[in-house]
């Protein structure tokens, strides 16, 4: 059947997202005619922006990492020094660096040189950790715990990854000083999981950042997302927004084409879903599918969008302020409660791009319970509460030092079911699934259907999510 771009769609693409646009432009390069559906009226998925009064929010990612995987896009990079500031519960701040000889420098001038020790020694493991899992996993396919198993593994890799040893346990093994097990904890709330139970394997992380660096995309990240669409425009994609798909067809036991909400029916030979896994299983297919791994959902997060007067100098681009009580946080986070003192992240571009003459733009992020009524949840549309926990959040930079009440043009929420609702991830959930190193596989339940995004593998994060574009990318191959 003809498709809505005009000739037979031989690929439909579910979601532009990054990973929904990445895999489309992939695929165009490789010879096939690709339409994209998009439920939104733009593109880029949980790569969002806001406007108001003259400040500019990237409301999802705030950091790009291995920029080696974008050298095809057109992005002005900044790199940034320190990567995070770090500011710990009994005052001491600590900047992180690309440079690692520099981190042990600033390391053993905040906490001393034996923890600066530690840290290169954990280094050392985590660079092997890196290694292993760049080998063999993040940029090939694994479909199955079997599959995991039967990888070529080297010794040498499965000692470094340690299966078993979780990131706390880890960081106990190489760091004495608490304030570095802390930092090293909140790697785990990159893949949206709690450092108590994540894999040991997620020291691969920190190594990811810093060896390669942190960097900004002048104009803020949403640049990533234009970028992509350019790209795929480039390459002949047709994307369509506004047209959200209702259901996957399947015929014969093959993915056969998808069924748009306003009852068009779109015949091609693969579709490539960027939509949540769980979405994708639960509601898109017509028998619902069974998914190993998804029992272990992200945190989500609760966000602030706040108009600043005034500078900050205390604040680097990233300021992360700790709490006393790190295990309580994620006990509320993960026991359907927001937390009383949470962590706070803060970024603040020094970018005129992104905020009027004498201004700031802050994004404010905290670890949060997923929306929903289970009891692993927190009703977020419950009158009053998105309210009373911006005044919470609020009041908790301000006894750590930072008290911006009184210069606030505007303040801005953004819950879990706001995430839930924008972007079609169940309960709000940052990254779907959480840690590990098996994931919702990228190729899906039948024939001629394929996963992409930070929902399946390799996991979350810009550079994960286009790293699960090349690997269905390369799993179609070319016309």
């Known amino acids: ?16 997202g990054v990973g929904g646009l990445t895999a489309a432009a992939r695929l165009a390069a490789l010879g096939h005619r690709v339409t994209v559906f998009e439920a939104a009226g733009t593109v880029g998925g949980k790569l969002g922006r806001y406007d108001r009064d003259g400040h500019v929010f990237d409301t999802g990612p705030s950091l790009l990492t291995l920029p080696q995987l974008f050298t095809d896009l057109d ?12 500011v710990f519960a009994d005052g001491v701040t600590l900047d992180s660096s690309s440079s690692h000889p520099e981190f042990l420098a600033r390391i053993a001038a905040a906490l001393g040189p034996s923890a600066a020790d530690d840290w290169d020694r954990l280094w050392r493991r985590a660079a092997r950790i890196w290694d292993a899992s760049w080998r063999s996993v993040l940029q090939r396919p694994v479909d199955t715990p079997l599959a995991l198993a039967g990888l070529a593994w080297r010794l040498g890799d499965l000692a470094a990854i340690a299966p078993g040893l979780t990131l706390r346990g880890l960081g106990r093994r190489y760091l004495r000083d608490p304030r570095l097990r802390t930092l090293l904890d909140r790697y785990a709330t990159y893949t949206g999981a709690d450092p108590r139970r ?199 930079l301000a006894a ?51 996963l992409v995004g930070g929902s399946t593998h390799p996991g979350g994060g810009l550079p994960m999510v286009t790293l699960s574009a090349a690997i269905v990318a390369d799993r179609i191959g070319p016309a």
């Open 400 to 450: 750590r030092g930072l008290d911006v009440r009184s210069r606030l043009t505007f303040a801005e929420t953004r819950t879990p079911a706001w995430l839930a609702a924008e972007t079609l991830s169940p309960g709000g959930a940052i990254y779907g699934t959480a840690g590990g190193l098996l994931r919702p596989p990228n190729r899906g339940p039948v024939p001629g259907l394929f």
């Open 198 to 396: 994540a894999p040991a394997a997620l020291a691969a992380i920190p190594y990811a950042e810093l060896n390669f660096g942190g960097w900004y995309v002048r104009g803020g990240l949403r640049a990533i997302a234009d970028a992509l669409l350019e790209r795929c425009r480039s390459l002949g994609v047709h994307v369509e927004l506004g047209a959200p798909v209702r259901a996957v067809t399947v015929t014969g036991g093959r993915a056969t084409g998808v069924v748009l909400a306003s009852g068009a029916a779109v015949a091609c030979d693969a579709v490539v879903s960027n939509v949540d896994a769980l979405t994708l299983y639960r509601d898109l297919l017509p028998t619902p599918g069974r998914l190993a791994g998804l029992a272990a959902r992200s945190l989500a997060g609760f966000v602030l969008l706040l108009g600043v007067r005034g500078a900050t100098p205390e604040l680097a681009h990233h300021t992360v302020f700790f709490p006393r009580d790190y295990d309580a946080e994620f006990d509320a986070v993960f026991g359907g409660r927001p937390p009383a003192d949470p962590t706070v992240f803060v970024t603040r571009a020094d970018d005129p791009a992104v905020a009027p003459p004498g201004h700031e733009s802050w994004f404010v992020l905290v670890n949060a319970p997923r929306h929903g009524r289970a009891p692993s949840a927190v009703d977020w549309e419950r009158p009053g509460l998105a309210d009373a926990y911006r005044d919470r959040v609020l009041d908790v």
């Open 75 to 86: 992005l002005d990079l900044v790199p940034l020094d320190p990567v995070v500031r770090h």
């Open 1 to 16: 059947m003809a498709g809505t771009g005009g000739g037979d769609v031989r690929i439909v693409v579910i979601g532009a």
